[in-house]
């Protein structure tokens, strides 16, 4: 007959198994900082289909827009550390920020942990087609004989797009102003519009309105040309060498998450992820998808900070331009 000794010990082993589960009772609210339509709302959306018949409950993707995505980090942060609330962000909002906002109202290496790497996509230049330009080089010699025109849009000051903008210039010795946007869809649309010369954003974001004749992709940040668009050159063989990004997405939960809970939602979110039916969505949206779990994420994100804070800190650029 078991021991009284026994049966605390199995109730004791049975309550820390338990202790980090997800609660059923509520779906689990994915937070994104940017507006409907774009890579860091239609990626979530589709992967939260299919991440319910794994873990068997919901995800909702909520979009709280807003500071470069600083609204949902803060959200995030505050929310209880039980797997129910996570952040989807590309990271601005988690390297760059970390750089350009001398007072963040988050930390962004103590505040969450990592969960998976979803993927990533590279940046890339579009023009509108009344500008009458057909490659960089064009571009670049228009930009320098309409000064007081030249123009680029990016999804947010302090975001990696605008951050190469501002590279590419340099590296072309041409000037450009900067215009901030509350995502990729509304610098898109001035971009096609005239109303901007140019447009700074993931490629995910470009390919649909440059197949559609809208806009003009006319270089992609990428080391070598893209599988999602093969015949787009890159910034690097038309001799700008130094202009290469990507733009990473992932999802975090806030710090204090217990290991167990961030593996399992890890291990769903990147199966749904690398789900066969979702490749061909992503190719089309120019979307590499990845699923890395939470700590080969983690080492990502400490690489990229390492890449982009010398090249931020030499813009001189502080959320206060």
């Not at 078991?2 to 049975?14: D, K």
């Not at 064009?138 to 605008?162: E, I, L, R």
């Not at 072309?172 to 001035?190: F, K, Q, T, W």
């Not at 990473?248 to 710090?255: D, N």
Request: with cysteine; charged share 15%.
């Amino acid at each position: 007959m078991p021991s009284l000794r026994t049966h605390c010990i199995v109730a004791i082993l049975a309550g820390l198994i338990a202790a980090p589960t997800l609660a059923q009772d509520k779906p689990i609210r994915v937070l994104v900082g940017y507006p409907a339509g774009g890579t860091s709302d239609i990626v979530p959306r589709l992967i939260a289909e299919r991440v319910k018949d794994r873990l068997g409950q919901t995800m909702v993707v909520e979009n709280r827009v807003g500071a470069a995505g600083q609204i949902a980090a803060q959200q995030v942060k505050a929310a209880p550390a039980d797997g129910s609330v996570l952040l989807f962000t590309p990271f601005a909002a988690t390297v760059i920020a970390k750089f350009t906002y001398p007072k963040l109202a988050y930390d962004p290496d103590k505040d969450f942990v990592p969960v998976s790497f979803a993927g990533h996509t590279p940046i890339a230049l579009a023009v509108g087609p009344q500008l009458g330009v057909g490659s960089l080089r064009d571009f670049s010699g228009w930009a320098k004989a309409n000064a007081a025109k030249a123009s680029y849009g990016s999804p947010a000051a302090g975001s990696a797009p605008h951050f190469l903008g501002l590279l590419f210039a340099r590296e072309a010795g041409i000037e450009l102003v900067h215009a901030a946007y509350r995502g990729s869809p509304p610098a898109v649309n001035d971009t096609a519009a005239g109303h901007i010369a140019a447009t700074v954003t993931v490629l995910s974001d470009l390919l649909a309105p440059h197949k559609a004749g809208r806009i003009k992709v006319l270089a992609v940040a990428s080391e070598g040309r893209s599988a999602l668009a093969p015949d787009l050159p890159t910034f690097r063989e038309l001799g700008y060498g130094n202009v290469v990004g990507t733009t990473i997405y992932g999802y975090h939960a806030p710090a204090g998450t217990p290991a167990a809970v961030v593996a399992r939602l890890s291990e769903a979110i990147n199966a749904a992820v690398r789900a066969p039916d979702l490749a061909s969505r992503f190719a089309d949206m120019g979307f590499d998808p990845v699923g890395d779990g939470a700590e080969a994420y983690g080492r990502l994100l400490a690489a990229e900070s390492a890449k982009w804070g010398p090249i931020i800190k030499a813009s001189g650029f502080t959320a206060s331009d």
